[in-house]
């Protein structure tokens, strides 16, 4: 069933990610299109010239990733993923402007070597990223502020969902911790690989093989975790365990990559951004093996049925929607009055 906002605020931070979704992707676009057109006909596949396209898809990827997120959270009231997009708006802002610093080096770079052809147009680079830095800071204040008046309407689905239990609570939340956590991890672990794929250059043979075939991998393990953990299966669980420590020690590994004095000049030019990438998508990696643990402790205590009962949560839903407009039927009544 398509959503509809049916408050106030829902409406204010909808509206508020429209518009900061499409001004920044106007800017990315911008800016993607200033250095390509100014790039030399003979440049080499260099990780120079790689690094500013994977930098603004990145963004782009980000702010679209973003606005699913905020529509999925306003559609299931969740509590726990409206705290989790004001961490990732916060994300995206610094990812925002460590960006600005980058892009300028990387085009000094290309212009040193003759790989980029001087321009005035090129100059204004700087001034959009800042701008995009702005916007996306101001984005992140008014989620921030909008979630403290939204947090109090889903927190009371919640507790008719789970009947004011506040043991069933405590299990319920732990619950949409764990697969919140796996939202965001798909886009910081894709963002990671995506921009090591594209960045290095000569890396070739095995590893690369292995790289590659490693991003399906994690995705699948991704996906059946929130199937099993639904299901309250314990033996699907513990596998999803090994998988997941397999992958933070191979996620380990390859950052470690970047730091090899064999390795290092291939990613230089956006280890940095690499770097931030790599601490959250490690963070995140340990914490969902954390609360993966805690919610299997959870199996069997009668949590199973309230997060597979859509009907029940979706009735839930339809009768606070209808006391929400019968509140505001009633205080519309009584200011006439």
């Not at 340990?286 to 009907?311: D, E, P, T």
Request: charged share 15%.
């Amino acid at each position: 069933m398509f959503y509809r906002p049916n408050s106030m605020w829902s409406w204010t931070l909808l509206a508020a990610n429209v518009i900061e979704t499409g001004t920044v992707l106007t800017i990315e676009a911008l800016i993607f299109t200033e250095v390509q057109l100014h790039l030399t006909l003979n440049v080499l596949a260099t990780p120079e010239s790689k690094t500013i396209p994977s930098f603004l898809t990145l963004l782009i990827f980000g702010f679209i990733y973003q606005a699913l997120l905020l529509y999925d959270t306003l559609a299931q009231r969740n509590t726990i993923q409206l705290i989790g997009l004001c961490i990732f708006a916060a994300c995206l802002f610094i990812y925002a402007v460590l960006q600005i610093d980058e892009v300028e080096k990387v085009i000094l770079v290309l212009l040193s070597f003759h790989r980029l052809i001087p321009a005035s147009d090129v100059y204004f680079i700087r001034p959009l990223s800042i701008a995009n830095a702005v916007l996306t800071g101001l984005y992140t204040t008014t989620i921030a502020l909008v979630s403290f008046k939204l947090y109090s309407e889903f927190q009371w689905t919640i507790y008719r969902l789970l009947n004011a239990d506040l043991k069933m609570q405590q299990r319920y939340f732990t619950f949409k911790i764990y697969v919140t956590l796996l939202k965001f991890d798909v886009f910081f672990f894709l963002g990671f690989m995506i921009q090591f794929l594209a960045i290095a250059v000569g890396d070739g043979g095995a590893e690369s093989a292995l790289t590659i075939a490693y991003i399906p991998f994690i995705v699948m393990t991704l996906s059946v975790s929130t199937w099993f953990m639904r299901r309250e299966n314990t033996t699907g669980m513990l596998v999803v365990l090994c998988l997941h420590l397999a992958s933070f020690a191979f996620f380990i590994f390859k950052f470690a990559r970047m730091y090899q004095p064999s390795h290092a000049p291939d990613y230089l030019p956006a280890r940095k951004i690499l770097t931030y990438f790599g601490v959250i998508t490690l963070l995140l990696s340990f914490l969902i093996i954390v609360v993966a643990v805690k919610c299997i402790a959870n199996f069997n205590k009668g949590l199973k049925i309230h997060i597979n009962s859509n009907r029940l949560a979706r009735g839930l839903l339809e009768d606070y929607e209808m006391e929400m407009s019968e509140s505001r039927n009633l205080t519309s009544v009584q200011r006439e009055e």
